[in-house]
């Protein structure tokens, strides 16, 4: 997450600097710019079984059960524990007594608050756009005509181009302003369209500033965004969500031969409605129903033996599955059919991840080779400007450093512009640093033709090997 520096304590602008540099607001925070009082009482009331819970900030903004004194950082925590529930939106339940209204009104407040200085040294002027557009996000959430975006669309606001590093903050921005994605902005494709709702889509439009609701509100737990970590390779990562092509059960076998060839499928799901999966019909099993009967329908050829998963699965519990089945349908955030996941899709997916690594091991070989064969390590420790005994600790900014050094490039004797090799060196390592952070997101092809090109003029000037 982005370093956070403090300037100024007490009142709104205290924390600005927190809330622009981006992360998620504590009550704390609340209690720090003076939005609320330590000793102020919290009410939860669930009208649908008759039942209030009770609580109290404490001078540290922490919240106090009144019925067993236990404390939380955590709004939604605290609600959880008060009412034995699984999940709930504890910035949405709790009433601020004394002011007749929501947590989350008052975080709204704190928001607009640090948007709004014009003061601030430094400010970031991309994030006042940020926050505006979430907060039209969360009018329209609320209005239940939830903004819907590729996840590809979603990054661009915060000036992003993949989920890399300003993940956390993303989150958090989305957090702050009451909203989620859905699905997973974190576990689908870029290109797949997510909505902008509540936690979740739909759950909290019986929230009132009177109490909120009874026992069918669900809501994830954010807690304050400590558990930011998140490296997994989903299922919805390979799959875009966008539908899956189908035939009915009584359908006639030749249209799903035919949209088989049209499409290169190797199955195709026989569907009754996006939430009743009949099964599949594979080539396989329709050579078995035309050889047991000429006529064979799409009845005749369903193989009912498929596997269902959903979107966010974790991508290596399901290889054994795959390896068996060679594919599995995919469900989205809704329980539908969206999506089909194959062994050709997983192979695919991990040759994009692998050729990068092979591409930049070749590259450093090369280069440490090329070093070695052409200078001494004392003189590369010289220019490097650190302690390092040996060739094979050189990193590639080490290899920048000695190769744009004047002299040691004319003793190469490479007939090539140098500005231009080293301008694309220093490319190649942006690249690198990116690769080894295993953001989920593909590498752009652009990125790895520039490694596959370095690679081969590395091999036609690099001499005999």
Same mark, same amino acid.
Not at 3 to 32: F, H, P, S
Not at 109 to 116: G, H, K, R, V, Y
């Given at each position: 997450?982005?370093?956070?520096?403090?300037?100024?304590?007490?009142g709104?602008?205290?924390?600005?600097?927190?809330?622009?540099?981006?992360?998620?607001?504590?009550?704390?925070?609340?209690?720090?710019?003076?939005?609320?009082?330590a000793?102020?009482?919290?009410?939860?009331?669930?009208?649908?079984?008759?039942?209030?819970?009770?609580?109290?900030?404490?001078?540290?903004?922490?919240?106090?059960?009144?019925?067993?004194?236990?404390?939380?950082?955590?709004?939604?925590?605290?609600?959880?524990?008060?009412?034995?529930?699984?999940?709930?939106?504890?910035?949405?339940?709790?009433?601020?007594?004394?002011?007749?209204?929501l947590?989350?009104a008052?975080?709204?407040?704190?928001?607009?608050?640090?948007?709004?200085?014009?003061?601030?040294?430094h400010?970031?002027?991309?994030?006042?756009?940020?926050?505006?557009?979430?907060?039209?996000a969360r009018?329209?959430?609320?209005?239940?005509?939830?903004?819907?975006?590729?996840?590809?669309?979603?990054?661009?606001?915060?000036?992003?181009?993949?989920?890399?590093?300003?993940?956390?903050?993303?989150?958090?921005?989305?957090?702050?302003?009451?909203?989620?994605t859905?699905?997973?902005?974190?576990?689908?494709?870029?290109?797949?369209?997510?909505?902008?709702?509540?936690?979740p889509?739909?759950?909290?439009?019986?929230?009132?500033?009177?109490?909120?609701?009874?026992?069918?509100?669900?809501?994830v737990?954010?807690?304050?965004?400590?558990?930011?970590?998140?490296?997994?390779l989903?299922?919805?990562?390979?799959?875009?969500?966008a539908?899956?092509?189908?035939v009915?059960?009584?359908?006639?076998?030749?249209?799903?031969?035919?949209?088989?060839?049209?499409?290169?499928?190797?199955?195709?799901?026989?569907?009754?409605?996006?939430?009743?999966?009949?099964?599949?019909?594979?080539?396989?099993?329709?050579?078995?129903a035309?050889?047991?009967? &000429? #006529?064979?329908s799409?009845? /005749? *050829?369903? @193989?009912?033996?498929?596997?269902?998963?959903?979107?966010? %699965? +974790?991508?290596?519990?399901?290889?054994?599955?795959?390896?068996?089945?060679?594919?599995?349908?995919?469900?989205?955030?809704?329980?539908?059919i969206?999506?089909?996941?194959?062994?050709?899709?997983?192979?695919?997916?991990?040759?994009?991840?692998?050729?990068?690594?092979?591409?930049?091991?070749?590259?450093?070989?090369?280069?440490?080779?090329?070093?070695?064969?052409?200078?001494?390590?004392?003189?590369?420790r010289?220019?490097?400007?650190?302690?390092?005994?040996?060739?094979?600790?050189?990193?590639?900014?080490?290899?920048?450093?000695?190769?744009?050094?004047?002299?040691?490039?004319?003793?190469?004797?490479?007939?090539?512009?140098?500005?231009?090799?080293?301008?694309?060196?220093?490319?190649?390592r942006?690249?690198?640093?990116?690769?080894?952070?295993?953001? &989920? #997101?593909?590498?752009?092809? /652009? *990125?790895? @033709?520039?490694?596959?090109?370095?690679?081969?003029?590395? %091999? +036609?000037?690099?001499?005999?090997?």
């Amino acid at each position: 997450m982005t370093a956070q520096v403090e300037v100024g304590r007490g009142g709104a602008g205290g924390r600005a600097r927190y809330l622009i540099d981006g992360r998620r607001v504590t009550v704390a925070d609340l209690v720090e710019a003076g939005l609320v009082q330590a000793g102020a009482k919290l009410r939860f009331t669930r009208n649908r079984i008759g039942e209030i819970h009770q609580a109290t900030i404490t001078e540290q903004g922490r919240i106090r059960l009144d019925s067993d004194g236990e404390e939380f950082r955590s709004p939604s925590r605290a609600a959880m524990v008060a009412a034995g529930m699984r999940a709930v939106d504890g910035w949405r339940v709790w009433l601020v007594v004394d002011q007749d209204r929501l947590l989350d009104a008052v975080r709204q407040e704190l928001l607009d608050q640090a948007i709004s200085e014009g003061d601030r040294p430094h400010r970031d002027t991309a994030r006042p756009s940020v926050h505006e557009r979430l907060r039209q996000a969360r009018q329209r959430a609320e209005a239940r005509e939830p903004e819907r975006v590729t996840v590809r669309e979603l990054l661009t606001y915060w000036g992003a181009e993949d989920r890399g590093d300003q993940v956390s903050q993303i989150e958090a921005d989305l957090a702050n302003h009451g909203l989620v994605t859905s699905p997973s902005f974190r576990a689908v494709t870029l290109d797949t369209v997510v909505a902008l709702t509540l936690p979740p889509d739909g759950a909290e439009g019986s929230l009132t500033a009177e109490g909120a609701g009874g026992d069918d509100i669900r809501i994830v737990d954010e807690d304050e965004g400590d558990d930011d970590l998140n490296v997994r390779l989903t299922v919805g990562n390979l799959s875009p969500l966008a539908g899956v092509e189908f035939v009915k059960p009584d359908g006639a076998l030749v249209e799903a031969i035919t949209k088989m060839t049209l499409n290169d499928y190797s199955q195709l799901a026989v569907l009754n409605g996006t939430r009743n999966l009949r099964g599949a019909v594979t080539w396989r099993s329709i050579a078995r129903a035309l050889q047991r009967k &000429p #006529d064979a329908s799409v009845a /005749d *050829a369903i @193989d009912p033996q498929v596997e269902v998963v959903s979107y966010d %699965r +974790d991508l290596f519990e399901i290889l054994p599955v795959l390896q068996k089945r060679d594919f599995v349908f995919v469900l989205d955030e809704t329980k539908a059919i969206k999506g089909i996941v194959t062994t050709a899709d997983v192979a695919h997916r991990y040759g994009e991840m692998a050729t990068p690594f092979f591409q930049l091991g070749e590259l450093d070989q090369t280069l440490r080779w090329v070093l070695r064969r052409n200078f001494d390590i004392d003189t590369v420790r010289s220019i490097c400007g650190r302690p390092t005994t040996s060739f094979e600790r050189l990193t590639i900014g080490d290899y920048q450093r000695v190769l744009e050094h004047d002299a040691m490039w004319r003793r190469l004797g490479w007939p090539l512009d140098r500005a231009t090799f080293i301008a694309r060196l220093n490319e190649i390592r942006a690249i690198r640093n990116k690769i080894m952070h295993f953001h &989920p #997101d593909p590498i752009p092809e /652009d *990125a790895v @033709d520039k490694l596959r090109m370095f690679n081969r003029l590395l %091999r +036609d000037y690099r001499g005999p090997t």
